[in-house]
């Protein structure tokens, strides 16, 4: 499974986790098709399970399951800033149908 995470993001995650006091944790991130083929995400702190997949990414443990790894391959997770100071996490899946990548900086 090909699942990325970015430095910024991952920065952001290992905040949260210290914050959380979920600092030893892995991060869960989990995807399901709607009806209108987009997919839904979740992430959170989570232990792994048996048949996780599990990646490592600066510093970042990843864990999905095997219902996700599917819908999330390909996928990088990025945390952005989508207008002025307000920053979030953005899923950019060639997998989805709604998906337009970002234009390219020339």
Wanted: hydrophobic fraction near 35%; avoid cysteine.
């Amino acid at each position: 499974m090909a699942l990325v995470i970015t430095e910024s993001a991952a920065r952001r995650i290992l905040q949260s986790a210290q914050e959380s006091g979920q600092s030893a944790s892995d991060l869960r991130i989990a995807a399901k098709r709607r009806a209108d083929g987009s997919i839904e995400y979740a992430m959170g702190f989570d232990d792994k399970q048996t048949e996780d997949v599990q990646v490592d990414w600066h510093g970042v443990s990843v864990i999905v399951g095997p219902t996700s790894t599917e819908l999330l391959s390909g996928t990088t997770l990025d945390y952005v800033e989508l207008e002025d100071g307000k920053h979030e996490f953005i899923f950019m899946n060639p997998n989805d149908p709604h998906y337009v990548p970002p234009a390219q900086e020339e």
